[in-house]
């Protein structure tokens, strides 16, 4: 019998956040040695965006290094997880019976959202991957809808991994480092709350209920994973906030934890 596995939700940062360790490096590690082991992941990620869902089935999905301006080594990096594509039929019979439009396909490897993360929290790469595609103009809540539509699969031993970002905009980031921006620690402080309190149309309407809402979020592919994650999650199940740090003092690098009823609860206490 599977134990019934958490969603989990991390902001994955700028590519290079592998190559300087640091807090986040250290909760990824943690997460994967201290969570309970699953058979396959779902991960969701901001990367890999469609008109309509897709997900992939690539037997042996290739490490995607969709990113540009960063150094030659980040860019030989290689994360060779072996595909799953009968989790990727799973995912397409729970779409359809929820009468959502689902795609398959073989073309579609691990971009960096999904292999950045999962590199230090599975770093033997011997957990079956499959990822489903975002639809950046859709919204929060149609994302709501099709993790709900998800959560079955945690009772089958599957991790669902939405990977985005709490706060992602550019004009915000100072390359060279320095304490984290008093906006973006407002936005994910504002983010944080309504989790706590798991006010999901407050959330969803973030836009126009947090003037830092449009700031935080130029346009919206990286915060709609975290409302597929939550749409997986129990109405009442609350999530673990992990803050671990800022990087280039605009990425909140904050990650939520669902795991009511997990056989192996992770805790953790806020390190910045």
Known sequence: MNARQPVLFVSHGAPDVVR????TLELWKRLGAELPRPRAILVVSAHWTTRGPQVSSAPQP????????FPPDLYARQYPAPGAPALAERVVALMEAASLPIAITQNQG????AWIPLSQMYPEADIPVAQLSIQPYAGPDWHRRLGVALRPLRDEGVLILASGAVTHNFGWLNWEGGPALPQARQFADWVGAALAEDDRPRLQDYRRLTPLGVGAHPSEDHLLPLFSALGAAEHGELPLRLEPEYTYAGLAMDAYLWQDHSPRPFTAVKEH
């Open 110 to 113: 691990l971009d960096h959202g």
């Open 20 to 23: 300087q360790p640091g807090a």
């Open 62 to 69: 290739e490490t995607i290094h969709d990113f540009g301006g």
